[in-house]
């Protein structure tokens, strides 16, 4: 399962970067507004920590079916290849996606709350769909049993897009995607940084750093003579 991070916090990136293994950022308009900064240099910013190899995802504002095309043909020049553009799986979501696969705009079909309606984006040409795990859970439904949904119904109709499973707010429902085989996640800083964030972890590093200790009076292999 490839790991994004959705948050635009440039600090949070860059750890998570260098730290973790990270295969890209995504974003929404909302994530945006938590930076407070024109939402471009914000963009721009994560451009930059992240370099041109990697993937960024950035969505198209406009809810008008020009808008959406002009939005998307803002973002592919400002951020460059390796750029998805993220477009509301909407009945004008799925014109503008058919459109921008025709020009070769990679798309996703994000807002995604029913499987049907992943696979009428997938259908109209989007690359990815972004089923929203935790909202779906707290509308009473189950999520992470939707996005398998999901999964299943783009494999078995052999359709060219993948599932990016968003909104979460557990490691639990990442941990049961990455089992079923769901090709990407994406989650805020603190969920990934959750992954490891046990007690038993540190305790268990830190034993092996005494004991070593206790044994050399060093607490590294190159320290001694
Ligand atoms: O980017 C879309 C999705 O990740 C939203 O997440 O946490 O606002 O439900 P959240």
């Given at each position: 399962?490839?790991?994004?991070i959705?948050d635009?916090n440039?600090?949070?990136?860059?750890?998570?970067?260098?730290?973790?293994?990270?295969?890209?950022?995504?974003?929404?308009?909302?994530?945006?507004?938590?930076?407070?900064?024109?939402?471009?240099?914000?963009?721009?910013?994560?451009?930059?920590?992240?370099?041109?190899?990697?993937?960024?995802?950035?969505?198209?504002?406009?809810?008008?079916?020009?808008?959406?095309?002009?939005?998307a043909?803002?973002?592919?020049?400002l951020?460059?290849?390796?750029?998805?553009?993220k477009?509301?799986?909407?009945?004008t979501?799925?014109?503008?996606?058919?459109?921008?696969?025709?020009?070769?705009?990679?798309?996703?079909?994000?807002?995604?709350?029913?499987?049907?309606?992943?696979?009428?984006?997938?259908?109209?040409?989007?690359?990815?769909?972004?089923?929203?795990?935790?909202?779906?859970?707290?509308?009473?439904?189950?999520?992470?049993?939707?996005?398998?949904?999901?999964?299943?119904?783009?494999?078995?109709?052999?359709?060219?897009?993948?599932?990016?499973?968003?909104?979460?707010?557990n490691?639990?429902?990442?941990?049961?995607?990455?089992?079923?085989g769901?090709?990407?996640?994406?989650?805020?800083?603190?969920?990934?940084?959750?992954?490891?964030?046990?007690?038993?972890?540190?305790?268990?590093?830190?034993?092996?750093?005494?004991?070593?200790?206790?044994?050399?009076?060093?607490?590294?292999?190159?320290a001694?003579?």
């Amino acid at each position: 399962m490839k790991l994004f991070i959705d948050d635009a916090n440039i600090d949070a990136i860059k750890e998570l970067i260098e730290y973790y293994p990270i295969d890209g950022v995504t974003t929404n308009p909302s994530i945006l507004a938590k930076a407070k900064k024109d939402p471009r240099e914000t963009l721009l910013a994560i451009r930059k920590a992240i370099g041109d190899d990697m993937i960024i995802f950035a969505q198209a504002v406009d809810l008008s079916y020009e808008g959406m095309i002009q939005d998307a043909h803002m973002i592919m020049e400002l951020l460059g290849k390796n750029t998805v553009v993220k477009i509301p799986s909407t009945p004008t979501g799925f014109k503008a996606i058919k459109a921008l696969k025709k020009e070769g705009i990679t798309t996703c079909g994000t807002v995604v709350y029913t499987p049907m309606q992943a696979y009428l984006a997938a259908k109209a040409g989007a690359s990815y769909v972004a089923p929203y795990v935790n909202r779906i859970d707290n509308m009473g439904y189950d999520g992470v049993a939707i996005v398998k949904q999901i999964q299943d119904i783009l494999e078995t109709n052999n359709m060219d897009c993948e599932v990016l499973a968003a909104s979460f707010k557990n490691s639990q429902q990442v941990l049961e995607l990455c089992e079923y085989g769901v090709a990407n996640a994406t989650c805020a800083a603190d969920v990934i940084k959750a992954f490891v964030k046990n007690p038993a972890i540190d305790a268990a590093v830190d034993d092996f750093v005494s004991d070593f200790q206790s044994l050399t009076g060093k607490t590294s292999m190159c320290a001694l003579d």
